[in-house]
């Protein structure tokens, strides 16, 4: 990588201050004092185009960074490729992708029974539903840049595990093997050193390397003895793996993202936001980004971008010319764009809403769970593992008394859907029944891409769920990524597309950079990464990525530090100091040999 | 028994503020945020948004969460999450500016369709000092928040008349009780402070 | 402007205004706590107790929790000032509201001696206390910090107030079970179960349950604990006070009571051989290994010496920190 590009606070020489890199960035009154530009500047540092998470987390990390930024998005809503919709928002959106208007998806399928009793806006749904590992690189950015304050984390502690036609619960802490009665004294030792290991795993290559090509069932068979329900119960719930081949260290750092982030805010491993997930986060990215001078507009997509003026068009008729770079998401690529990576990832997803509260998955004064379906444990014989996070009325998107349930796959093509219609099954078997009635219905299919109010056709027949359960709602649809599965974010996806193309002279996307689809990820690791290398795509460098001090509101604590010493002086009296009781200490004495 | 404590009252609110851009509505926070009365505790900044915490009366302590748009109204962009649970907003035109009146009722309604049920609206001109611009009778825009049930004042962010007012106004109206009482519930998780206790924890 | 590295993260500071702003803040913060620690120490030298006082005792521990000349203080205006002119109503209003402020004060700093010191004299000189609701309160600071030893303590001063109405040991002793099975890496939870053991007995409350009966049990509730996690000191300390402990030993047929240690001694040393296997042999079995061996030579004069050798040879390796300790037990 060339130098890092100074910014925009260093460039005007008068801001600069001596000793420093550069000045503070965090504005006084941030966002009040400054008089809002009239128009959308004329000259922009960088445009962003698309307002998914990783390009929201871009914008506001360019925006406190001191870039000037315009932030762009198609839709009239924030999200895009990750927003959280309406019913009648999602409508929409299934109606575009079938016309082929929103790349990266096909084949959207969305059954809404006629005549429920709820309303579009009582639902909030994730078109990448995802949920927060405790300890991970995106909680630790929302509390440093300060987003968390816009936003509300639920706890989500239950994880539950697809074996023999049943939800087993899980294993995983020191506390349920301790207690665990169906587990012997053998595989308690066993489980526990297990758990212990994979916590420090990297630095005991002794144990692992040897199995570095190796599937993890065979690692954990081999070396810890252990049997295959607890292996599978490690492979999938707790490190969230697609398939029992998965290599053994990928393995063992997913295992270790669940273990690690057990209570560190309490007994649970993971959270999610309330009124939607990867939508929610990415508003509140936008905001940080506006606050910090970013220039927000919906409903604007980029026409055309020409490398050589470095102007850009957009479809409101403004012109924009870009100092820096300008980044898209290729959900937003212009019409006729040829530079669109190949999507070479498929991921299928089903969301449903039924009419149940669904709260004998969830912990006491919890709102979600998450269900797990192994290779091989449904009726599909599965391959792949089918993962669903399920939602009740507390988590914020979706009506009292109902639940959404999310699943997903990284199976292909039809037995993909398959297998997500035998987890549906699955579950649907495991909740009591309800029926619905089946009169006319309001369904999309690919055909026409157009909303119908018919009599159902045999093929359709076959999507509309058996009346065992009232469905508020059925979705599904197939998405593609760049990003490999449970892989790592490359730094390669992100090339800026060539301005030297002779062939290509007409093609709108020359010379822009684009940003990734949705990854399978069912937790958000990797969108930071990405944010990350996409911002040294145009900085030059991510040492300064979010290196923001925002010296806020915690000022109290540091008057209690100086206060320390004014109070050390008082703890010098007459007074007789009492018994404190006999201490646990005495009783460990005791026990000395 | 004045001699013991009542325990303390504490309740948070969020407040949003709303406008055409140039009808001062930043400077009147600016004049609330900055300026410091006796009875009024410092103020921060933060990177998100404003704080002010103001004492009702000796046991109650209320403290504003000030949103400001961020300038994300300019082309329509106002993410939903800025309305979302929103106790109070401020919605300011200049009594200068005929427009910025009518500019001010579409913020309304657009409240009213988003926000909260319970919203208490304040309704402020702005700009007093400029009496011999007024374009706006006092009247009218008092008529209309009559109707419409907002508080309504009007101040001047320049000598700062009226503009504590508001806010202590708006203190009085919010709903404090079920505030506190609504704290009792399941609440969600405060990411600045990890659990000091990892003792339970998978295999400590 | 200065920027520095803390936890390799750059930090660049408030501006200098900013910073000065704060300092000033912070300065006038401290001087008027100076200020507020002398006026009231002078009024407690001059043996004023009244309202005033009261509340600026108040306003020094919301600062300062440790300062317990403050507190003796807020008793002694309790007791010269209240007591003299409150009638049983106001005083249990008064009580009432002080215990409050108490808790307050101890959600902030639970590990504070001071606090719970108050809250116990506040009790012993309360004209109506609700002892279920101090049992409820000591369970929710459980729940915070299962380990908090001045909740232990505390716990066991209200059920020695409460058991002058009703025995509530066996309540007691299914709590520490509760708490165990939430983490069994708990001493003062363990420790309390060796108080509760001998009163159950004692007071008769086991029906149909002899003392090798229920020895087996929680031995092997224990053996669970042992096995999940080998490196857990409490749990092999607390087996130790299980094979020792007078209530066991007195009250266990002879012959019995060395089958038990003959049985433990194969489980401790099954387990340290599934830990040799996997590398290492572990330091509490092997001394476990030692200790259950000397019991066995006090009970039955066996020689046992060539086993506990071995051992003590092995910890000298195993457990180094502690080598000259084996070393002289082996000179024995």
Request: charged share 25%; aromatic share 10%; hydrophobic share 35%.
């Amino acid at each position: 990588m060339s130098i890092r590009r100074p910014s925009m606070a260093e460039r005007r020489s008068s801001m600069t201050q001596e000793g420093s890199l550069r000045p503070p960035v965090v504005p006084h009154l941030a966002g009040l004092e400054k008089p809002l530009p009239e128009t959308v500047p004329e000259a922009c540092d960088v445009v962003i185009a698309g307002t998914g998470l990783t390009e929201s987390i871009l914008a506001a990390a360019l925006a406190w960074q001191g870039s000037s930024v315009l932030h762009i998005d198609a839709n009239d809503y924030y999200g895009d490729t990750t927003a959280t919709l309406t019913i009648d928002q999602l409508k929409t959106w299934v109606e575009r992708v079938n016309k082929g208007e929103i790349k990266g998806y096909q084949d959207a399928v969305l059954y809404i029974p006629r005549g429920n009793e709820f309303k579009s806006k009582d639902f909030g749904i994730d078109l990448t539903p995802k949920v927060l590992f405790c300890k991970s690189d995106l909680l630790s950015l929302l509390v440093t840049a300060r987003v968390y304050k816009y936003l509300e984390f639920l706890p989500l502690s239950s994880f539950h595990f697809f074996e023999n036609d049943n939800f087993e619960k899980m294993t995983s802490t020191k506390q349920d093997i301790f207690t665990n009665q169906t587990l012997s004294l053998a595989t308690k030792r066993s489980l526990m050193k297990f758990i212990k290991f994979s916590l420090d795993w990297e630095s005991h290559p002794d144990v692992w390397s040897p199995y570095k090509d190796a599937s993890i069932e065979t690692f954990l068979q081999e070396q810890f003895k252990l049997e295959k329900a607890q292996i599978f119960e490690l492979i999938f719930s707790i490190g969230l793996c697609n398939n029992n081949e998965t290599h053994t260290p990928e393995a063992l750092a997913r295992i270790k993202r669940y273990l690690i982030s057990y209570d560190v805010y309490g007994n649970f491993p993971v959270m999610y936001s309330k009124y939607g997930g990867a939508g929610e986060i990415s508003q509140g990215f936008c905001r940080s980004a506006a606050v910090a001078g970013a220039t927000y507009k919906l409903n604007t997509k980029l026409v055309s971008f020409d490398p050589k003026t470095k102007i850009a068009q957009l479809s409101d008729n403004s012109c924009v010319k870009i100092n820096e770079q300008i980044i898209i998401s290729p959900s937003q690529a212009p019409t006729d764009s040829k530079f669109l990576s190949k999507q070479n990832y498929e991921i299928q997803r089903l969301t449903v809403i039924v009419k149940k509260d669904c709260t004998q998955w969830f912990h006491d004064n919890e709102s979600a769970a998450v269900v797990v379906f192994p290779s091989g444990s449904l009726e599909s014989n599965n391959k792949q593992a089918v993962q669903a996070i399920i939602m009740g009325e507390g988590s914020g998107i979706t009506a009292k008394g109902t639940c959404v349930w999310y699943m997903s796959t990284i199976e292909t093509g039809k037995r993909g859907r398959d297998d997500l219609e035998a987890a549906l099954k699955a579950m649907e078997g495991s909740i009591l029944r309800e029926s619905s009635d089946l009169d006319t219905q309001d369904y999309f299919d690919n055909a026409n891409g157009m909303l119908n109010s018919v009599k159902l056709g045999q093929s359709f027949k076959d999507f509309v769920p058996k009346e065992k359960i009232q469905y508020i709602l059925k979705f599904y649809y197939i998405q593609f990524t760049s990003i490999p599965h449970a892989g790592v974010v490359n730094p390669n996806l992100y090339r800026k597309n060539s301005v030297h193309v002779e062939d290509d002279v007409d093609a709108p996307d020359r010379g822009v950079i684009y940003s990734s689809l949705p990854s399978s990820e069912i937790s958000y690791d990797g969108i930071v990464t990405a944010s990350k290398i996409l911002y040294e795509k145009v900085v030059g460098s991510d040492d300064d990525f979010f290196d923001v001090d925002f010296e806020d509101d915690d000022d109290e604590g540091s008057i209690a530090n100086n206060l320390e010493s004014a109070i050390a002086e008082d703890d010098d009296d007459d007074e007789h100091i009492v018994e404190p009781g006999a201490a646990p200490v005495e009783f460990a004495e005791d026990m000395e040999l | 028994m004045s001699a013991t404590q009542q325990e303390p009252r504490f309740a948070q609110f969020k407040l949003v503020l709303l406008g055409e851009s140039a009808v001062g509505k930043s400077s009147i926070v600016h004049r609330f945020v900055k300026d410091s009365f006796d009875d009024f505790r410092e103020s921060t900044i933060g990177a998100a948004f404003l704080t002010q915490t103001i004492q009702l009366d000796e046991n109650t302590t209320i403290k504003f969460e000030i949103w400001d748009t961020a300038g994300q109204e300019r082309y329509k962009s106002l993410a939903p999450m800025y309305y979302r649970n929103a106790n109070a907003a401020v919605v300011v035109y200049d009594i200068t500016q005929e427009a910025s009146l009518e500019r001010a009722k579409s913020w309304i309604k657009e409240l009213q369709r988003q926000a909260n049920q319970d919203l208490v609206i304040a309704l402020a001109g702005n700009k007093l000092d400029l009496e011999s611009e007024r374009k706006v009778a006092k009247e009218a825009a008092q008529a209309y928040a009559t109707e419409e049930g907002l508080l309504f004042f009007e101040v001047s962010a320049k000598t700062g008349q009226g503009v504590k007012e508001i806010f202590q106004s708006i203190a009085e109206k919010l709903p404090l009780e079920s505030q506190i009482k609504s704290k009792s519930q399941p609440k969600s998780v405060n990411l600045q402070r990890p659990s000091t206790n990892n003792q339970s924890s998978c295999c400590s | 402007m200065v920027s520095s590295i803390q936890h390799g993260i750059k930090r660049f500071h408030l501006s200098e205004e900013a910073r000065r702003q704060k300092l000033a803040k912070e300065e006038h913060t401290i001087k008027n706590y100076r200020a507020l620690t002398e006026n009231v120490l002078t009024l407690k030298a001059q043996g004023v107790f009244n309202d005033s006082a009261f509340k600026k005792t108040t306003d020094i521990l919301d600062v300062n929790p440790e300062f317990y000349t403050v507190w003796n203080y807020r008793r002694d205006i309790i007791v010269n000032h209240y007591m003299q002119s409150l009638g049983e109503e106001g005083l249990v209003d008064l009580f009432d509201k002080e215990l409050l402020y108490n808790m307050a004060k101890f959600r902030e700093f639970p590990k504070v001696y001071w606090i719970w010191n108050h809250r116990t004299w506040l009790l012993e000189n309360h004209p109506r206390v609700n002892w279920e609701n101090e049992l409820l309160l000591v369970e929710k600071i459980h729940k915070l910090d299962p380990r908090n030893f001045h909740g232990w303590t505390y716990r066991r001063y209200i059920i020695s107030h409460m058991e002058k109405d009703k025995d509530l040991t066996l309540q007691e002793f299914e709590y520490t079970t509760k708490m165990i099975n939430a983490n069994f890496s708990n001493f003062s939870a363990l420790h309390n179960r060796t108080k509760l053991i001998p009163k159950l007995f004692e007071r008769g409350l086991l029906i149909n349950t002899t003392h090798a009966q229920f020895l087996t049990k929680e031995l092997e509730y224990l053996h669970n604990a042992m096995y999940t996690d080998p490196d857990d000191q409490s749990v092999f300390i607390y087996l130790r006070w299980l094979l020792t402990s007078d209530i066991f030993v007195q009250n266990i047929p002879e012959e019995q009571y060395i089958e038990f240690l003959q049985q433990e001694l194969e489980t401790v040393k099954e387990l340290n051989q599934l830990e040799k296997d996997d590398g290492k042999e572990n330091s509490w079995c092997l001394q476990t290994v030692v200790t259950i061996n000397q019991l066995i030579q006090g009970q039955t004069g066996e020689d046992k010496s060539e086993e506990i050798t071995q051992c003590l040879k092995l910890l000298v390796d195993v457990d180094p920190l502690r080598r000259n300790r084996y070393i002289d037990l082996m000179k024995r």
